[in-house]
């Protein structure tokens, strides 16, 4: 095999893992109404699975983080998959409520562990074009969250054992990942021409970070990560139990919904990075918000279920155009600590919203689920205000 195939291969992997973890991540909303049927859970529960699973990731990632900044901690990429993924099939047995919120915490835990590596690894092999490298590691977690529900969709339909193919599909991505590691050492040495007798294993390390931290700019975006985060968890929670509870549609439909809107999602992702290159990060983030604001509220008040399919692209570029931007914009404001930074925009980015969650679900018990989804458009709108204050880092676009 050539080596401009086998770059073009290695490129992917780092996606892939993240594809293969945030299925897990996925799959957790998508068994929720499962779970409602089989031990007959309110939404305030519902939401308190899903707080479990994010906020342990949204408490400790920013510290792995902080850690790979200064030591080389490669094996929580393939040891947070694992995690993710076995957690998910032990759900298999899981014969009570506070069962399943310990194995929703420890998938919280997998993730927590493989999202600032992930990134790093990213920017450690692939500086150039960033924006766009970034985002086929981010639209890898968006296909993950589209997989989730498709895959879980096979729980309903053959019984829950199904959930334990989940555990193969780990370890392939971890036999990947162990690929990629050796490819790119071999790669590095002859490249480096290394004298004999150094393995190599120097390459795969992290060195201490070096650049400055704009830590005021970091603030400000950190607005527009809580707001994007909220909108992803609180919509990837309750699209299944909206289309089930307010457009009267089947278990099997409303998943389809879901991987619908993050099979839209992943497309964006790319393409939200891919343009940040050229157009500038900044803007991709500012016009997702503009276009996010009148069309979510049109989403939540659908009735009809084409309606709500129509909103559909509108509200996923809103909530996913912005993911590779904010990471590359995170990781620029604190050079010094890119893997912190990771650790924030990639894993609190992603599960900050589990704090907001349950709040939602007990507003949906007490006025209705649509009510409750109409809390998303202010928040929104406070991200969309903070985007006018971040800047543009000079230089990042010629990386």
């Given amino acids: ?35 409602i049927t089989q031990f007959g ?13 994010t906020t ?20 929580f990429i393939p040891l947070g998959m694992m995690i993710a993924v076995c957690s998910i099939a032990a759900m298999t047995y899981a ?26 690894l990213v920017n450690r092999y692939w500086m150039k074009n960033i924006g766009k490298e970034m985002a086929k590691f981010a639209v890898g977690g968006n296909v993950g969250f589209a997989l989730g529900p498709l895959l879980v969709g096979g729980a309903y339909v053959w019984g829950i054992h199904f959930l334990l193919l ?41 060195s201490p970070t070096t650049g400055t931290n704009d830590w005021k700019s970091f603030g400000k975006l950190f607005f527009i990560i809580a707001g994007r985060s909220i909108n992803f968890i609180a919509l990837n929670t309750f699209i299944p139990i ?3 509870h307010v457009l009267h549609s089947g278990h099997q439909e409303a998943n389809m919904a879901l991987t619908i809107f993050y099979g839209i999602g992943a497309i964006l992702t790319f393409y939200g990075g891919k343009f940040s290159d050229s ?41 996913f155009a912005p993911y590779g931007p904010i990471v590359v914009l995170g990781q620029a404001y604190l050079a010094k600590n890119i893997g912190f930074s990771s650790g924030i925009t990639l894993g609190v980015g992603v599960t900050l919203g589990g704090l907001v969650v349950p ?8 006025y209705g689920i649509q009510m409750a989804l109409y809390t998303l458009v202010p928040i929104s709108l406070l991200a969309l205000i903070a985007s006018f204050f971040i800047r543009e880092p000079e230089g990042l676009k010629e990386k």
């Fill in 279 to 319: 157009l500038g990060f900044v803007k991709v983030i500012r016009w997702s918000y503009i276009l996010l604001l009148p069309t979510l509220i049109i989403f939540t008040g659908a009735a009809l279920p084409w309606i709500a399919y129509a909103m559909m692209i509108p509200v996923a570029i809103g909530v």
């Fill in 166 to 206: 989940y555990i193969p599909i780990g370890l392939a991505g971890s036999l990947a990942y162990y690929w990629l590691v050796q490819t790119k050492k071999e790669q590095l040495q002859t490249a480096k021409a290394l004298p004999k007798g150094q393995d190599g294993s120097q390459l795969d390390s992290h």
């Fill in 95 to 120: 014969q009570s409520f506070p069962l399943l919120l310990l194995l929703s915490l420890t998938a919280g835990i997998g993730s927590a562990l493989f999202h600032p590596e992930g990134a790093m």
């Fill in 359 to 366: 709040a939602i679900g007990g507003l949906g018990d007490a």
């Fill in 41 to 53: 859970l309110n939404y305030y529960q519902v939401g308190l699975i899903m707080f479990v699973n």
């Fill in 1 to 35: 095999m050539n080596k401009a195939r086998i770059d073009k291969i290695q490129s992917y992997i780092p996606g892939t893992c993240h594809c293969i973890t945030d299925t897990a991540q996925g799959s957790i909303a998508a068994l929720l109404p499962l779970f």
């Fill in 242 to 244: 909206f289309w089930i």
């Fill in 56 to 75: 342990v990731a949204s408490v400790i990632q920013p510290i792995f983080g902080y850690l790979a900044d200064r030591v080389r901690l490669p094996i």
